[in-house]
T-cell receptor, first 110, second 117 residues
């Protein structure tokens, strides 16, 4: 699976959009980009995933560049409860392990 | 009932004790997983079960013994643990196993915070 790189941390103001970047320059054509988050001392929570097209659900939007070498997770109106570690993971379905790196710590400030 | 539940949420045990962690999923999934998360370390996959059969043991010491009596329940039996085994133990489930060719989303429980004295 492709390695992903994320900045260690970022913050944003409550009510504003949080844009979390992820680089996956070695991603292959059949690898999906997954995002999970982990609020302190809780289990990880699935957010969204995509392959080529941009995706949106009730939690977030995922924007994938045309060359698929990077993506951005967008939380449109961040709340204090969105403070968590966000993990960007690239994987295929076959013989692939959900490997969590260090993620990016998002701090939402009042 | 929420998707994946784990009991107990917190556990303190001595090195000579025997205890068990329980996980139950109410999602109708076929695959279940145990993960370990030590302080300031990434999640580590421990075991994978698919249709009650163990498909992966990620070089886990024998003092951890998993059991999967059916697709909805997963246990982790603990005995003669060491203080370094103190961690958050997470259970997850997915509709199918990744080898099926599907990219399956995993749903996690809240975890059991284990402290070994």
């Amino acid at each position: 699976d492709a390695k992903t790189t994320q900045p260690p941390s970022m913050d944003c103001a409550e009510g504003r959009a949080a844009n979390l970047p992820c680089n996956h320059s070695t991603i292959s054509g059949n690898e999906y980009v997954y995002w999970y988050r982990q609020i302190h001392s809780q289990g990880p929570q699935y957010i969204i995933h995509g392959l080529k097209n941009n995706e949106t659900n009730e939690m977030a939007s995922l924007i994938i560049t045309e060359d698929r070498k990077s993506s951005t997770l967008i939380l449109p109106h961040a709340t204090l409860r969105d403070t968590a570690v966000y993990y960007c993971i690239a994987l295929t379905g076959a013989n692939s392990k959900l490997t969590f790196g260090k993620g990016i710590t998002l701090s939402v400030r009042p | 009932e929420t998707g994946v539940t784990q009991t107990p949420r917190h556990l303190v045990m001595g090195m000579t004790n025997k205890k068990s962690l329980k996980c139950e999923q109410h999602l109708g999934h076929n695959a279940m997983y145990w993960y370990k998360q030590s302080a300031k370390k990434p999640l580590e996959l421990m075991f994978v079960y698919n249709f009650k059969e163990q498909t992966e043991n990620n070089s886990v010491p024998s003092r951890f013994s998993p059991e999967c009596p059916n697709s909805s329940h997963l246990f982790l039996h603990l005995h003669t643990l060491q203080p370094e085994d103190s961690a958050l133990y997470l259970c997850a489930s997915s509709q199918d196993l990744w080898q099926s060719g599907l990219t399956d989303t995993q749903y996690f429980g809240p975890g059991t915070r284990l402290t070994v004295l």
